[in-house]
């Protein structure tokens, strides 16, 4: 272990990074003692001991005062990078402490894109004042390391049929039924029958999920009961965007969940076809790690379970 190794985990403190970060902003020992509410002789004996700890010149004096070596600019932009990451997590414990939320990150998949996640912001901010959100899209397998290791509070999606690791919290929002969708200028669309079969989609290029997405063997599973076997014009995507962007521009058909399709049919892009699509679902809700249960913790549910009560397709918000 060098000598800087050894000063920095032994005896650097809180302290000398204020001291630091002081002597960068005003550039005198003096203004810097003001500041901290100590003598100049001690922050003059601060700075020598840690210079003498880590065996390198921080700061040299000049007519100007204090100017940062090179050693000094680095060491000094790590300081504040600590100063922040502690005046957050002085934050967050005092928030966690009152049962507020100031800071949450997110983890999404394509379901909850398009209603369900910007739905829960707007009601979020509209509650709680000063609220950081960040989000993350991905898939499952993505998804669910980060919640384990506290990069996500929340995971917000397709549930798994599969059983979660122990200390994982899941929560069903609502259970969402599957339809087929096409562009509302496809050929099927113009039709004027009650009803159709999936015969009629045979033929047809389509867009599925790909391998890994939780919906992947629902759907191909589906369509090899029905005797519809997978074009070879076929699009594999997670992407909601794409999907919808091939569906539109082509003569793609695609098995989608109810709450997507009546989206972009209330907005004359889609339109479901008059095909039954039996026992197929999706369960839309959360994940979070059981520890976190707390105030904070409820505020999110509450939120998410009143925009559940707004948005959930007819009939998908009974107990599953």
């Known amino acids: 272990m060098s000598r800087s190794d050894w000063y920095i985990r032994a005896n650097l403190k809180l302290r000398h990074l204020q001291m630091l970060v002081a002597l960068d902003q005003l550039r005198s020992v003096g203004k810097v003692a003001n500041l901290l509410s100590i003598t100049q002789p001690a922050v003059s004996k601060m700075l020598g001991s840690l210079e003498s700890g880590l065996g390198?010149?921080?700061?040299e004096r000049g007519s100007g005062g204090?100017?940062?070596?090179?050693y000094g600019v680095s060491f000094i932009g790590h300081a504040r990078e600590v100063l922040l990451q502690l005046t957050e997590a002085q934050e967050d414990l005092r928030a966690l402490q009152e049962g507020?939320?100031?800071r949450m990150a997110l983890g999404v998949m394509p379901a909850a894109t398009l209603n369900l996640l910007p739905r829960f912001i707007i009601e979020l901010e509209a509650r709680v004042?000063?609220?950081?959100?960040?989000?993350?899209?991905?898939?499952?397998?993505?998804?669910?390391?980060?919640?384990?290791?506290?990069?996500?509070?929340?995971?917000?999606?397709?549930?798994?049929?599969?059983?979660?690791?122990s200390e994982i919290e899941t929560e069903t929002l609502y259970s969402d039924p599957f339809v087929i969708a096409v562009r509302q200028e496809h050929p099927l669309a113009m039709r004027t029958d009650p009803e159709l079969d999936f015969g009629e989609l045979r033929g047809y290029p389509a867009v599925l999920p790909p391998p890994g997405a939780l919906t992947h063997?629902?759907?191909?599973?589906?369509?090899?009961?029905?005797?519809?076997?997978?074009?070879?014009?076929?699009?594999?995507?997670?992407?909601?965007?794409?999907?919808?962007?091939?569906l539109t521009m082509s003569d793609a058909f695609a098995v989608v969940p109810l709450e997507v399709a009546l989206y972009f049919q209330n907005r004359t892009l889609l339109k479901v076809l008059p095909?039954?699509?039996?026992?197929?679902?999706?369960?839309?809700?959360?994940?979070?790690?059981?520890r976190h249960n707390n105030r904070a913790t409820e505020t999110v549910l509450e939120i998410f379970r009143c925009v559940r009560d707004i948005i959930a397709p007819p009939n998908t918000s009974d107990p599953i």
């Open 129 to 165: 004042d000063d609220v950081a959100v960040s989000v993350r899209e991905g898939m499952i397998e993505n998804l669910l390391p980060a919640l384990r290791n506290g990069e996500l509070d929340f995971m917000v999606g397709v549930l798994p049929n599969r059983s979660v690791p």
């Open 275 to 290: 095909i039954q699509v039996p026992d197929v679902r999706r369960k839309v809700g959360l994940m979070w790690q059981a």
């Open 100 to 102: 507020r939320i100031s």
């Open 66 to 70: 204090m100017t940062p070596t090179e």
């Open 217 to 246: 063997e629902m759907v191909h599973d589906m369509l090899a009961r029905h005797r519809v076997s997978v074009p070879r014009r076929y699009v594999e995507s997670i992407s909601t965007l794409t999907n919808i962007g091939v």
């Open 56 to 59: 390198m010149h921080l700061f």
